[in-house]
């Protein structure tokens, strides 16, 4: 059989060519998943902040320089200007700087800081407009397994976004105030220095917490990162706005810090009044201090061992406990002296 012979003509083959070539290259398909976390990050750039802290600095002639001391992330809370942050991202700082969305440097000021829960507020100065603040979600139903994404600035790189998923819910772990930071929340979302203070977010683009620390033997990302939640965030930076500072219930003696709690051989056992003030409802419940004999050995009086039915080993025990009362509220100690123990009802009052 005769092969037959197709004459194709040089012209239509580069025409082909051509045509094939300069096509427009097919795009993959997003899937659903995907289309989320893009659209996330679109709306939330524009409320994420790169917070400078800038310390002093001593040479050996006790001039003073200003320095960069440090830096983190932030996201802008309201539309007057205010940015939530990380308590140590500002820690030890004379000037701050906020670095917006559309790269626009600024002075801040801050206005208010609560150690113990590692939150900070700060101002931006200038023009507030085009602040985008972020929608503020709830921690309370969150779901191990469900999605998160954070947004900051690791290592300096701006507006790095990562995604994950929650790990872990309830976690403890101490803060740089040296209280245990509870109800923090466990993600596997790439957490590095630098990330402090941004936020984390859920699958509709709402604030769920924010990004404090990580767990890690080199520095980096290990898949432990720990968030402060928004619920915990909702209470303190209202207070931070209004006072400053957060107003908390205390007891009307003076406490023992746990670092001095070993010399006393109490470690773990209870947290020892230091002074009771003369004239005070705690005088008058003989609560006592520790005392000083005329050689200069110290020795110990009360040591509270639990509040109402909750034990207290630590103070960060009674921190914890003091939590869930209320200025004025009047709770039952339980003391011990002299390896004897008993019981008073003390109101609380405002903490210093």
């Given at each position: 059989m ?13 025409v ?15 899937i659903?998943?995907?289309k989320n ?25 006790f ?27 500002i ?16 002075p801040a000021?801050v ?8 939150i ?10 085009g ?6 979600g709830?921690s ?16 300096g790189?701006?507006h ?7 790990s872990?819910?309830g ?11 509870r109800?923090?929340i466990?993600?596997?979302a ?19 917490g ?9 520095g980096?990302s ?22 400053g ?21 109490i470690?773990?056992?209870g947290?020892?009044?230091?002074e ?7 005088a ?5 201090g ?24 630590s ?12 200025i ?10 002299d ?14």
């Open positions: 005769a092969l037959k012979h197709y004459h194709i003509r040089p012209a239509i083959i580069a082909s060519l051509a045509a094939f070539f300069c096509a427009a290259p097919l795009r993959a398909q997003l659903e998943d995907e976390t893009i659209d996330i990050v679109k709306r939330l750039n524009k409320s994420v902040v790169f917070v400078t802290n800038i310390g002093l600095v001593r040479d050996w002639y001039n003073e320089s200003k320095v960069p001391k440090g830096s983190g992330s932030g996201f802008i809370w309201d539309d007057q200007g205010r940015i939530v942050t990380n308590f140590h991202v820690q030890d700082g004379v000037e701050f700087s906020v670095t917006l969305p559309n790269r626009e440097q600024r000021k206005v208010g800081k609560d150690e113990k829960k590692d900070a507020v700060l101002q931006v100065q200038g023009d507030l407009k602040l985008s603040p972020v929608k503020v709830t309370k139903d969150l779901e191990v397994g469900q999605k998160v994404i954070a947004i900051g600035n690791p290592f790189f701006d790095t976004v990562t995604t994950g998923i929650v872990a819910l976690r403890q772990m101490l803060g740089v105030g040296d209280v245990t930071i109800d923090m466990q993600t596997d790439s957490i590095n220095p630098g990330n402090s203070g941004g936020p984390l977010l859920n699958s509709s683009g709402e604030l769920i924010m990004n404090t620390m990580i767990v890690s033997p080199s980096t290990s898949g432990l990162g720990f968030a402060v939640p928004v619920d915990t965030i909702k209470k303190i930076v209202p207070e931070l706005i209004r006072f500072k957060v107003i908390r219930p205390g007891l009307p003696v003076t406490l023992l810090p746990d670092q001095y709690a070993r010399r006393f051989g470690e773990d056992k947290v020892a009044i230091v009771v003030q003369a004239g005070s409802e705690a008058r419940q003989d609560l006592r520790i005392n000083q004999d005329r050689r200069g050995y110290l020795y110990l009086g009360d040591v509270i061992t639990a509040i109402d039915q909750t034990p207290v080993k103070y960060d025990d009674l921190y914890t406990a003091l939590e869930n009362y209320k004025g509220d009047i709770v039952t100690l339980t003391v011990n002296r390896g004897k123990a008993r019981r008073i009802r003390i109101s609380l009052v405002k903490s210093d």
